[in-house]
């Protein structure tokens, strides 16, 4: 069984950083693309930034710059780091992993951004 538990929201300024966390645990495959979602409310949930057990990154064009996903392999994490927050990067975050067939979805991390 996989579980992911995602860390790191809250309440910020616009303008301001925050760090989400997401740490992966069960049986974990060494090849997996571990990624953090979006939903915003009235809103489809939308890709932010996935990142591959090689290092290879993609983001949306809405946080390019801005944003920087990374991991630590050795311990199955995956990290945000969210930089310029703006009032549209309100929303739920959802750490994921992709590995093989499957999906695994953490259960969420509210980030709000006031102006």
């Known amino acids: 069984q996989v579980r992911l538990v995602e860390s790191g929201g809250g309440l910020v300024q616009a303008g301001g950083s925050l760090r989400l966390s997401c740490a992966a645990s069960g049986s974990i495959f060494s090849i997996n693309t571990m990624a953090w979602y979006r939903q915003a409310p009235g809103k489809q949930r939308e890709l932010v930034a996935a990142i591959t057990s090689r290092g290879s990154t993609n983001y949306a064009d809405s946080v390019k710059g801005r944003f920087t996903i990374s991991r630590d392999n050795a311990k199955n994490t995956v990290y945000l780091q969210m930089n310029s927050l703006k009032p549209e990067d309100t929303a739920v975050y959802y750490c994921?992993?992709?590995?093989?067939?499957?999906?695994?979805w953490g259960r969420g991390t509210q980030v709000t951004v006031s102006s």
């Open positions: 994921n992993l992709h590995m093989g067939h499957y999906d695994y």
